[in-house]
């Protein structure tokens, strides 16, 4: 039998699954909309893949589209203690959210759209780049190592599509041009490993 300092504990990361806005290709951001029927399948899915998996803490934003995926994960699992860390929330897209692309692109063009949507360190007036959603991301990565190591656990993550790209990043040892390209599943998990020290 392995000895516990020889144990890798696993992080399993997942996004939530299609909301009305994803669905209507809406600026989200820090606004609440609900998962579609889609989504929810979507969110089945991943809790099919996970239901063998062990983890003992589970995190989410406060957004109820990320809350809801995770209590559908959460349907095979018993004992798991829930954290809200809003150091994962989705991306702010500031005075953009709630706007639909197709209008913000005939207002400035496609090229301006990409830069907003896909740019590294362009924030949206008012709102993130994906250079500061990876700073908060990057600070709630460091604490939960800490966590994962000293309490010995594995966790899931229930996240939102631009603060997975940092973590994947992260993870992953990308650059900042693949981070940028990802396209996170709404079906499907992450698994990461973490030694024990």
Not at 32 to 56: C, M, R, W
Not at 72 to 93: A, G, M, N, P, Q
Not at 101 to 107: G, M, R, S
Request: glycine share 4%.
């Amino acid at each position: 039998m392995a000895k516990d300092q020889d144990k890798v504990l696993k992080i399993y990361l997942f996004r939530h699954g299609e909301t009305t806005f994803n669905r209507d290709k809406i600026f989200t951001g820090w606004l609440d909309p609900e998962l579609t029927q889609k989504g929810i399948k979507q969110a089945e899915l991943i809790a099919e893949k996970l239901k063998d998996k062990e983890f003992k803490v589970a995190y989410c934003s406060h957004l109820t589209r990320s809350k809801h995926t995770l209590n559908i994960v959460l349907k095979y699992h018993k004992d798991v203690e829930i954290i809200v860390d809003d150091r994962i929330i989705e991306r702010s897209y500031g005075d953009l959210q709630g706007r639909k692309h197709a209008d913000y692109i005939k207002e400035v063009g496609k090229k301006q759209f990409d830069i907003i949507h896909r740019s590294y360190d362009v924030p949206p007036p008012n709102g993130e780049s994906i250079k500061m959603v990876e700073k908060r991301v990057n600070e709630f990565i460091k604490d939960l190592l800490i966590k994962m190591k000293k309490e010995k656990i594995s966790v899931a993550i229930s996240a939102h599509g631009n603060s997975m790209r940092p973590f994947r990043r992260y993870f992953e040892n990308l650059t900042i041009e693949e981070m940028i390209k990802l396209e996170n599943p709404w079906d499907d998990y992450f698994e990461y490993d973490v030694p024990v020290e």
